[in-house]
């Protein structure tokens, strides 16, 4: 009798005295592609996609903005010099990079000791790993459910990208609805990262600042009311604001700067996307004295 009921005791108490169950936050993805960000932003690198019903761990928030579980196949890179021969982290701190390079986004940290599993190496200075458990990465939140509420999209109509969502108030001015890009700094003191290639792109011109630099203008997608920056112009272009909102060809230059979370491009000719031939860069005139 006593046996039995110090055996009962035990079985009441035991559960009391195991650690709660940590609940797992997760969600599944309604667009049919969504980009995976390397920070909380459209300003920062897409490093992975994920497909429509696809189940994400959930592990913060920020704004509008769904910190997740990285997915195996997203870029992540660090230096090759800081791993051994069997993937194990030989630094005391190692940050995980969107790409091949210290100018690219970190967003995640790997302590000494950590090993990871190396997909690849490029020029044996940097190599590409699978990101670790717990390392965030992030998505708009706009096309996240949770599991029992995720619905298809209506027939005849398709889940848009979340960083190129229309912009609420459709009656700003167009300057209004130019996503934010930080300056990169002067460009005089920033080092070349990478070789220049020649390039030509599409796309609208839009202003940066108001005061001459390598910042003043930008080339911007447009999709919906909102204009995205994909490169800087750089400067010596005569008469760039003639060109403020048209859709362009840009031909010139294509080259990173340390630093900098967007290109440059070194404009040689542009046209309106609807012409043919286009007008090639001159000097700029003196200004009248």
């Known amino acids: 009798m006593k046996s039995s009921l110090i055996k009962l ?7 009391l005295l195991l650690p709660a169950q940590e609940e797992v936050e997760r969600a599944v993805v309604t667009a049919d ?3 995976v960000r390397a920070g909380a932003g459209t300003r ?11 189940e994400v761990r959930v592990l913060r928030r920020q704004e509008v903005w769904v910190g997740i579980q990285t997915p195996p196949h997203a870029d992540a890179w660090v230096p090759a010099n800081s791993l051994d021969a069997q993937g194990v982290v030989t630094e005391e701190e190692l940050h995980i990079h969107a790409g091949p390079g210290i100018y690219y986004t970190g967003y995640g940290v ?9 997909r690849r190496k490029k020029d044996g200075l ?3 790993i699978v990101p670790p458990e717990g390392v965030v990465s992030w998505v708009h939140g706009d096309y996240l459910k949770a599991p029992s509420t995720a619905v298809d999209p209506p027939e005849g109509e398709e889940a848009g990208d979340p960083e190129i969502a229309a912009d609420p108030t459709d009656q700003v001015e167009p300057s209004e ?12 003191a920033q080092r070349t990262v990478g070789s220049p290639q020649q390039v030509e792109r599409t796309g609208y011109i839009v202003p940066l600042g108001s005061e001459p630099g390598p910042w003043t203008f930008a080339l911007a997608q447009k999709v919906e009311q909102r204009y995205y920056p994909i490169a800087y112009l ?11 909102w048209k859709e362009v060809v840009v031909t010139g230059m294509h080259e990173w700067l340390q630093g900098w979370p967007r290109p440059r491009i070194t404009i040689e000719s542009l046209k309106l996307a609807s012409e043919g031939e286009p007008e090639r860069a001159e000097a700029p005139a003196a200004p009248a004295e």
Do not use: C, F, S
Request: net charge negative; hydrophobic share 40%.
């Open 126 to 128: 940097w190599a590409e």
């Open 9 to 15: 005791v035990a079985l009441l108490v035991i559960p």
């Open 44 to 54: 920062y690198e897409v490093i992975a996609q994920l497909r429509e019903h696809t």
């Open 177 to 188: 609805q130019v996503e934010a890009l930080p300056p990169p700094g002067d460009d005089a």
């Open 110 to 118: 790997l302590k000494k000791g950590d090993k990871v599993e190396v």
């Open 234 to 244: 750089g400067k010596g272009y005569p008469d760039m604001k003639q060109w403020l």
């Open 33 to 35: 592609r969504l980009n």
